[in-house]
């Protein structure tokens, strides 16, 4: 069933926006300046691309496929960021212009890895890094609201590339693996109304795929179980943090 990212972009910014912690794990790294040229991959509606200018007064720049995320993102960042259509096949910016290329919680909608590293290695400056947010099979089994919506972890685990698979393709492209980083949840999440509301709005795409029995009944327990305090398991995220070497 696809995903029409049009709609999501009417109420995706009601619940979703950039994560500091992301951005002190990709400064420490970086050490973002000025002159640091960065592309926001899959930028949707340029939370993390207006985050990154205000803090570090970097080069920012972006491309989208859906064009109301796209338009969004282009609003918000007026003056302060390049964004354009483009996806894993294109990227229309110069080849070898960006120190980073990042993208968050992206991976999983690429329908073929080979083609996006093939991209990304033309796009990336030598010496350059890509940051990869996502999730690891056991990270999405751990997810605190897979007891609300049983099919979940298995969908996701479907649609989500493992780690290792994520490094093998890259480094076939020619790329170093320089490492991976875990950005930690909080041990025991609350079921607030911010999360309901993001659930109801199916801001993550992950909602959109359930079948409807499922995702209503999980969403009338959620709401049922509104202020509770669960155990999160302290799932996280990870960075997956890849190299273009400086001799290729």
């Known amino acids: 069933m696809p995903i029409n990212y049009n709609d999501a972009a009417s109420t995706y910014d009601n619940t979703r926006g950039a994560h500091e912690a992301l951005l002190e794990i990709f400064d420490a790294k970086m050490h973002f300046s000025a002159q640091t040229t960065i592309l926001d991959f899959g930028c949707g509606t340029g939370n993390y691309l207006q985050a990154i200018q205000a803090k570090y007064h970097s080069k920012c720049f972006g491309i989208e496929p859906a064009d109301g995320m796209r338009e969004k993102a282009i609003q918000k960042n007026q003056g302060v960021a390049t964004i354009k259509k483009g996806n894993h096949l294109d990227i229309p910016f110069d080849e070898n212009s960006f120190d980073l290329i990042y ?13 996006l ?10 010496d350059g890094m890509v940051a990869i947010v996502t999730e690891s099979h056991q990270q999405i089994e751990t997810r605190w609201y ?25 480094i076939r492209q020619g790329f170093v693996a320089e490492g991976r980083q875990i950005k930690e949840s909080e041990p025991t999440a609350t079921i607030s109304e911010h999360f309901i509301r993001m659930v109801e709005e199916k801001n993550y795409s992950m909602f959109r795929l359930l079948d ?22 302290n799932h996280g995220e990870t960075v997956v943090w890849l190299r273009k070497p400086r001799y290729c």
Do not use: C
């Open 103 to 115: 993208m968050t919680d992206v991976i999983h909608h690429i329908p073929d890895l080979s083609a």
């Open 117 to 126: 590293f093939a991209t990304l290695w033309k796009k990336l400056r030598a």
């Open 146 to 170: 897979n007891r609300y919506f049983p099919s979940l972890a298995t969908n996701e685990r479907q649609r989500y590339p493992d780690i290792e698979e994520i490094e093998a393709e890259a």
């Open 212 to 233: 409807h029995e499922e995702y209503q009944a999980g969403l009338a327990r959620l709401k049922q179980e509104k202020g509770k305090t669960l155990s999160a398991d």
